[in-house]
């Protein structure tokens, strides 16, 4: 029986001609990623174990994003655990305030990830890497403890969905919209422990910035990742950005999948997710009686310039309705500078909404848009969860950039078309 293609990676990974669903292996790791909050519950364990070297200091890699700019003293001794640790062991990709990005939009756009690649990350999110053709999934503080040592974890080889992609998307459709009517297909744990393969004729017509989206939240589906094939986009997309040698691995023809899916793209709206799951998913069109206090644009699901470029199309010339908070997110410090030079900042602020460093913040309910009980928001990030983004009776509904800035518009769940006729 032939092999998918994350069970292709993690059989060379682990150095045998073939693997198959439900085996364990122990793989070798290209990159073993941190941020400031799991990384020093993993530096703790390191510690604990007794270890007194990594494997190899360029393969590990920590991300200050969550609470950083630290915004109180339990996050600035969590940081400085991490700097301390960077510092002893001279790991070269360390970023703090001033370097860092949003881990999941940082590591693609340095490099630090390329196609065929194994690579886990105490987030659940690391599952953001398939979208060049990598293997990646999050692992918890004590596996990257000891793969920070090793270089090496054991994984339970996962089983697949292959996700079949034909047409085009319609006009305001996104990555974003995608995933989310996949989850609203098969629900928040359609894809336990399997890899979502996506393929097909339709691939052509996403972007990296789609494709990156649509990995990142198949974790929301349960997947233990998401992985897509490897294409001319993905060869364009990895010029410049890494200089090491790296292989595109094919699923043989004869690849075994639990289910396929055929996604026509031509016919999924504009989607939103209400609360409380991400597989609770309705058209945009359906959200006009659903008034709204807050907006965020940006996180590692919708942070990219394409996502900043969305939102200021929608928001040039036009300002949020009274009494609502925007906060836009670029994802990364480059883009941060991007939305500068193209002055989608101008426009995000004459808009009246405020642009920060990027930071997960309110993603994950950390800081800089906490919601107060009764409080609901359109949100670009990856989770709606009871308490998500502040207190429990507030209420997070997921959607595009371009969902979000009109909805910023008008105060309530809205189509962009219903902004750009006006």
């Known amino acids: 029986m032939g ?43 390191f510690e604990k174990a007794g270890f007194d070297s990594v494997s190899k200091s360029t393969r590990i890699t920590l991300v200050m994003d969550h609470f950083a700019p630290n915004k109180d003293i339990n996050a600035a001794e969590s940081c400085k655990k991490c700097r301390l640790f960077a510092k002893r062991f001279d790991l070269e990709h360390f ?8 881990e999941h939009a940082l590591i693609p756009e340095k490099g630090l990830i390329a196609p065929g690649e194994a690579a886990i990350g105490a987030d659940s999110h690391t599952c953001t890497y398939g979208a060049l053709g990598a293997f990646s999934t999050g692992v918890g503080s004590t596996d990257m403890a000891a793969a920070m040592a090793t270089g090496e974890t054991w994984f339970k080889v996962p089983s697949a969905i292959k996700v079949n992609l034909t047409g085009k998307m319609g006009r305001w ?24 393969e996506f393929s097909g004729e339709g691939l052509c017509n996403l972007t990296m910035s789609d494709r990156l989206t649509i990995s990142n939240m198949a974790i929301e589906a349960g997947a233990k990742n998401g992985i897509f094939a490897v ?12 200089d090491r040698k790296w292989m595109a691995f094919e699923a043989d023809a004869d690849a075994e999948y639990t289910r396929v899916i055929d996604l026509d793209l031509s ?29 965020v644009i940006g ?15 929608i928001l040039k010339g036009r300002h949020i309705k009274k009494g609502l908070r925007g906060i836009v997110i670029p994802a990364t410090q480059k ?17 009246g909404c405020i642009v920060s460093t990027p930071t997960c913040g309110p993603c994950l309910g950390g800081h800089m848009g906490i919601l107060a009980a009764g409080e609901r928001a359109v949100s670009t990030t990856n989770r709606n969860f009871v308490g998500r983004m502040g207190h429990v009776e507030s209420e997070v509904y997921l959607a595009s950039p371009a969902v979000a800035a009109a909805s910023a518009i008008t105060g309530h769940i809205s189509h962009p078309q219903e902004v750009m006729d006006v």
């Open 231 to 242: 294409d001319d986009v993905t060869r364009k997309y990895m010029e410049g950005r890494c």
């Open 173 to 196: 459709v996104s990555g974003k919209d995608i995933i989310l009517h996949l989850i609203g297909m098969i629900g928040v744990d359609g894809a336990l422990y399997q890899s979502l």
């Open 267 to 295: 016919k999924i709206p504009c989607t939103v997710a209400w609360p409380h799951l991400p597989e609770k998913t309705h058209p945009a069109t359906e959200g006009g009686n659903i008034e709204i206090d807050q907006v």
């Open 95 to 102: 970023y703090d305030v001033g370097e860092m990005g949003v």
């Open 3 to 45: 092999m998918t293609i994350t069970q292709k990676i993690l059989a060379a990974h682990a150095g045998l001609e073939s693997v198959t669903a439900g085996q364990l292996i122990k793989a070798k790791l290209d990159l073993v990623l941190g941020n400031d909050i799991t990384a020093p519950v993993a530096i703790n364990e």
């Open 335 to 351: 883009i941060y500078m991007e939305c500068f030079e193209r002055g989608y900042t101008k426009i995000f602020i004459d808009a």
């Open 299 to 313: 996180s590692c699901t919708n942070g990219n310039i394409e996502d900043m470029a969305a939102a200021a199309e």
